[in-house]
């Protein structure tokens, strides 16, 4: 299918060739150039476009609270990770004993 590009207007996409494409009425699309090649990608959303602006707080102020900490590691082997935590796993049954 051909469409004619003219200076007086914007490039419209032929119904026919969106329904092939699977883009939807008001869906976000990028345009990518490459070569002479003009792709049409339709746009991912991304966090911001998925979270009201209060669901968005809540999960930076919990992204926060995770960079706080605490952290162990990073491990070299998978088998100092399961040393550390058999040695974790002792030390909190001699505190429940003591107490």
């Given at each position: 299918m051909g469409v004619v590009v003219s200076t007086?207007?914007?490039?419209?996409?032929?119904?026919?060739?969106?329904?092939r494409a699977g883009?939807?009425?008001?869906q976000k699309v990028?345009?990518?150039?490459?070569?002479?090649?003009i792709s049409i990608v339709p746009k991912l959303p991304t966090a911001d476009d998925?979270?009201?602006?209060?669901?968005?707080?809540?999960?930076?102020?919990?992204?926060?609270?995770?960079?706080?900490?605490?952290?162990h590691g990073p491990f070299a082997t998978a088998d100092e990770a399961i040393a550390f935590l058999?040695?974790?796993?002792?030390?909190?049954?001699r505190m429940k004993r003591g107490s």
């Open positions: 007086k207007s914007d490039l419209v996409v032929p119904r026919s060739v969106r329904r883009l939807k009425s008001g990028e345009f990518k150039v490459s070569g002479g090649v998925e979270y009201t602006p209060a669901q968005r707080r809540v999960i930076d102020a919990r992204l926060r609270q995770a960079r706080k900490g605490p952290y058999r040695k974790r796993v002792r030390k909190r049954k």
